[in-house]
T-cell receptor, first 113, second 114 residues
Framework: AQSVSQHNHHVILSEAASLELGCNYS??????LFWYVQYPGQHLQLLLK??????LVKGIKGFEAEFIKSKFSFNLRKPSVQWSDTAEYFC???????????FGKGTRLHILP | NAGVMQNPRHLVRRRGQEARLRCSPM?????VYWYRQLPEEGLKFMVY????????ESGMPKERFSAEFPKEGPSILRIQQVVRGDSAAYFC????????????FGQGTRLTVV
């Protein structure tokens, strides 16, 4: 069965620090990849997505992610975080032969002001 | 264009009662997903539906849980004879197509079983 692994469950950073959240998936075929963010008390919002083409994807709020097929990875990055980035971040994968979107367990990011 | 609407936002049920969670997808979307979120466990896929059809229910518990998405009206996730372990946040998402499209999430329904 397909799975998504997020390496860090909790991350604490100071403002202006750089961020990289890891995401690996287990499936050898064609995939669609997503990062969602959930701010406290709110619903999930899409940060960015990858379907095909340029493996470096830019999303909202200065986030980007790089799809490395050989590593089955889709890590999320941001060069300089802000206090308002405090949230939970979910990596998600949809494989081409399946309908469901599989989510990782999430990474709680806490930014110190 | 209204987003995905879920109601109620909060639902309290006593053990043994039934819980009905409603989800109205975004306008024009005919694909609906239901997920359950428990602390520290992320979102667990439950079921994927198109209008009048259940496409994938591989994440649904075999008993007490059912889902539908009728031709008219919202999608319904129904939990019969609720138990304490059913307490969780239930999220609905909708998408425009079956492939190459993202899912848009609702605000969720937080079910508490007392």
């Amino acid at each position: 069965a397909q799975s998504v692994s997020q390496h860090n469950h909790h991350v604490i950073l100071s403002e202006a620090a750089s961020l990289e959240l890891g995401c690996n998936y287990s499936y050898g075929g064609t995939v669609n990849l997503f990062w969602y963010v959930q701010y406290p008390g709110q619903h999930l919002q899409l940060l960015l997505k990858y379907f095909s083409g340029d493996p470096l994807v830019k999303g909202i709020k200065g986030f980007e992610a790089e799809f490395i097929k050989s590593k089955f990875s889709f890590n999320l990055r941001k060069p300089s975080v802000q206090w308002s980035d405090t949230a939970e971040y979910f990596c998600a994968v949809k494989v081409d032969r399946d309908d469901k979107i599989i989510f990782g367990k999430g990474t709680r990011l806490h930014i110190l002001p | 264009n209204a987003g995905v609407m879920q109601n109620p936002r909060h639902l309290v049920r006593r053990r043994g009662q039934e819980a009905r969670l409603r989800c109205s997808p975004m306008k024009g979307h005919s694909h609906v997903y239901w997920y359950r979120q428990l602390p520290e466990e992320g979102l667990k896929f439950m079921v994927y539906l198109q209008k009048e059809n259940i496409i994938d229910e591989s994440g649904m518990p075999k008993e007490r849980f059912s889902a539908e998405f009728p031709k008219e009206g919202p999608s319904i996730l129904r939990i019969q004879q609720v138990v304490r372990g059913d307490s969780a946040a239930y999220f609905c998402a909708s998408s425009l197509n079956r492939v190459r499209t993202e899912a848009f999430f609702g605000q969720g329904t937080r079910l508490t079983v007392v």
